[in-house]
Structures are given as C-alpha cells and as structure tokens.
C-alpha cells in the first residue's frame, strides 16, 4: 500500500503560468516532507522542504504548503519556466524510521514555452 | 569530484554474469543508501547504511548483495538477476548530524538485465 501518494503522473503549464503539483500521504507519523527534482539522466535532487510543525515554506519561486488534517501537500511554483519541466517526486520522512524516506510516484511537469 | 558519483553510468548483462555497482560520497555524510527505480513507479529504498552498518534492508532478494566498507563508498554487487531486475538503481547519502533529512542523490546506474 503506497503511502505516499501522487495520483496525477503528469502536469502541463504555460510558462509564467502557476504550477501546482499535489501529494497525498496515508502515514500520520511522517514528520517532514521534501520535494525533489529529477531531470532525465540525472539523480534526484532536493528542492524544498517543510516540517510537520508549519503549513507553509517558500524558497524564491517554490512554495510548499501542509494541510495535515488532511494529508495533504502542495508545490507551487511560480512564475513556471520551461527549466522547470521535469519529474517532481513528494517524499516523506516518518519519525520512528531515523531517516527512511517514503517516495511517491512523481509527476512530469511540461512548461510549455 | 563533488557530490555524490556512481560507475558505471550504464551497464548491460546477461542473467549469469556477475557484476558490481559502485557509489561514493564527497559530502562528509555517514549514511548511504540504495534506491531502485522501475518505470511508473516509486524509488524502491533497498538498503541503508549508517556509520558502516546495515540499518534497513527492504526485504530485497539474495542476488543483490550490499557493501559498505566505509561511510564513502558503497557498492552494491549483482549475480544472477533476472530481467525484471532492469532499472534504475540510485544511490544517496545523508547526514543524521543535523535535522535536514536530505538525502543527496547520485547520477544512478541505468541497468539492463538480457
């Protein structure tokens, strides 16, 4: 059973437009959530990040937001340029695990020039 | 060399042979782990190393065996895969030593099993 989900696998934007990439999660002891970025040929890299103790985190154009009564979390970003297209992956880190991380799917964002 | 670096970026073998993928951190980092990324689905955790020692293993099968014989390197050692063992396989590596819980990835090894 995926506790980590993000059941849209792929987001197309027009660029300057926002983008809104959503994650849902079934655990109620993860504790800190991360976003990463993944282009092809590359590994994973760390994006943004947001503990349980906040509802909001923003780092230049990426803002993550927690609604943990309803499990749920979102990344914006905005403006949306086309270096922005690749695949975003939601993790989550659950409290009793040191520092296992939970993966979802990932969802492929087009920014479309 | 910075960051996180794993050889070969591209490996292809038969079922029989035996092979080794390797891993290293230049982040000062004293955990590390192995990822598998299949198509369409989730980066599968395989194995985590704290300090040296083998903290997680994923219930993954025998013919993947794990090496970490100092909190830099990691190898991750293939013999008799089976073809739906071809995939991604990632490796990353965190500090415990402050709360971030990143985990920094390397380029991955792209592994085709024939």
């Known amino acids: 059973d995926q506790q980590v989900k993000q059941n849209s696998p792929s987001l197309s934007v027009q660029e300057g437009r926002i983008s809104i990439l959503n994650c849902d999660y079934t655990?109620?002891?993860?504790?800190?959530f991360l976003w990463y970025k993944k282009y092809p040929a590359e590994g994973p890299t760390f994006l943004i990040s947001?503990?349980?103790?906040?509802d909001k985190n923003e780092d230049g154009r990426f803002t993550v937001f927690l609604n943990k009564s309803a499990k749920h979390l979102s990344l914006h970003i905005v403006p949306s340029q086309p270096g922005d297209s690749a695949v975003y992956f939601c993790a989550a880190r659950d409290t009793g695990a040191n520092s296992k991380l939970t993966f979802g799917k990932g969802i492929t964002l087009s920014v479309r020039p | 060399e910075t960051g996180v670096t794993q050889t070969p970026r591209h490996l292809v073998m038969g079922m029989t042979n035996k092979k080794s993928l390797k891993c290293e951190q230049h982040l000062g980092h004293n955990a590390m782990y192995w990822y598998k990324q299949s198509a369409k689905k989730p980066l599968e955790l395989m194995f985590v190393?704290?300090?040296?020692?083998?903290?997680e293993n994923n219930s993954v099968p025998s013919r993947f065996s794990p090496e970490c014989p100092n909190s830099s390197h990691l190898f991750l050692h293939l013999h008799t895969l089976q073809p739906e063992d071809s995939a991604l396989y990632l490796c990353?590596?965190?500090?415990?030593?402050?709360?971030?819980?990143?985990?920094?990835f390397g380029p991955g090894t792209r592994l085709t099993v024939t």
């Open positions: 190393y704290n300090f040296k020692e083998q903290t």
């Open positions: 990353a590596s965190s500090s415990s030593r402050d709360n971030s819980y990143e985990q920094y």
């Open positions: 947001i503990s349980s103790i906040k």
């Open positions: 655990n109620s002891m993860f504790d800190y």
